[in-house]
């Protein structure tokens, strides 16, 4: 623990350091990264440790920094909405599955029409 002198009083540091797993050295908890080891354990090391272990895993395995897919390009359908005279257009992958096609007007869904 850290100690300053400040004039006659002596105050202490009391800001909570944790050790790197890879380099052992003494770093603030704020510089702290978790990283995983194993299903069930994570490596507790610091800023520039967690950094290379990620640049060695990407290196090792590129297969794992491309998995996530880009999002197909959006297919606008334009709907009127009779019952309010609302124009608005949808996303024809989405409607249907991530929400319930409605109009955003009245949140009626009944009288809704397709336009071209």
Same mark, same amino acid.
């Given at each position: 623990?850290?100690?300053?002198?400040?004039? $006659?009083v002596v105050?202490?540091?009391?800001? =909570?350091t944790?050790?790197?797993e890879?380099c052992k050295?003494v770093?603030?908890i704020?510089?702290i990264r978790?990283? &995983?080891?194993?299903?069930?354990?994570?490596?507790?090391?610091?800023?520039?440790?967690? @950094? @290379?272990?990620?640049?060695?895993i990407k290196?090792?395995?590129?297969?794992?920094?491309?998995?996530?897919?880009?999002?197909p390009?959006p @297919? *606008?359908?334009?709907?009127?909405?009779? $019952?309010?005279? *609302?124009n608005? #257009?949808v996303?024809k992958?989405?409607?249907?599955?991530t *929400?319930?096609?409605?109009? &955003? *007007?009245?949140?009626?869904?009944? #009288?809704? =029409?397709?336009? #071209?």
């Amino acid at each position: 623990m850290l100690t300053i002198k400040v004039g $006659r009083v002596v105050r202490m540091d009391i800001r =909570k350091t944790k050790t790197c797993e890879k380099c052992k050295k003494v770093v603030l908890i704020d510089q702290i990264r978790l990283f &995983p080891k194993d299903d069930n354990i994570n490596l507790v090391v610091c800023g520039p440790c967690s @950094e @290379e272990l990620k640049k060695n895993i990407k290196d090792k395995n590129p297969t794992l920094s491309s998995k996530i897919a880009s999002l197909p390009i959006p @297919e *606008y359908t334009v709907f009127l909405c009779t $019952r309010c005279n *609302y124009n608005f #257009r949808v996303d024809k992958a989405k409607a249907g599955l991530t *929400y319930n096609l409605h109009c &955003p *007007y009245c949140g009626k869904p009944d #009288r809704l =029409k397709a336009q #071209r």
